[in-house]
């Protein structure tokens, strides 16, 4: 009995979190779907939405338009019963999103869309050694 308490405390206690991944997807382009290209992130969430995106949201002023995978925003999807996904989260699960309007009118919504790989550059490499 005693060794089940001791399992589930040190389950409870046992908490992870997804980093920001912003330099390994500086490459990656606007989107298609962002005619206008990719907005700056701190004009397209306030500091509640950027807390709530992203681990370390002092990056995002650095960050500018590029494209970014927000850590908080996946870290919600691997929890043991998901919730509804954002738009954010949707576009995050296939990787690096931007924010962008697709339209110049001031009052056009936000949309988060999945960016666009780099030609000629490949993601994943795999090599198979035989004998």
Do not use: K
């Amino acid at each position: 009995m005693a060794m089940l308490l001791l399992n589930a405390a040190v389950l409870a206690a046992a908490t992870a979190s997804m980093d920001d991944v912003i330099d390994a997807v500086a490459a990656f382009g606007a989107p298609p779907e962002c005619p206008l290209g990719c907005m700056n992130w701190t004009a397209a969430l306030n500091a509640s939405e950027q807390a709530a995106s992203f681990a370390d949201p002092s990056h995002l002023p650095a960050l500018g338009a590029g494209c970014a995978i927000p850590g908080r925003a996946l870290h919600s999807l691997t929890q043991p019963v998901a919730p509804v996904m954002t738009p954010m989260e949707e576009a995050a699960f296939y990787g690096p999103i931007c924010p962008c309007r697709t339209s110049s009118a001031a009052d056009a919504a936000v949309e988060f869309h999945t960016c666009v790989a780099p030609l000629f550059f490949p993601e994943q490499i795999n090599l198979q050694l035989a004998n």
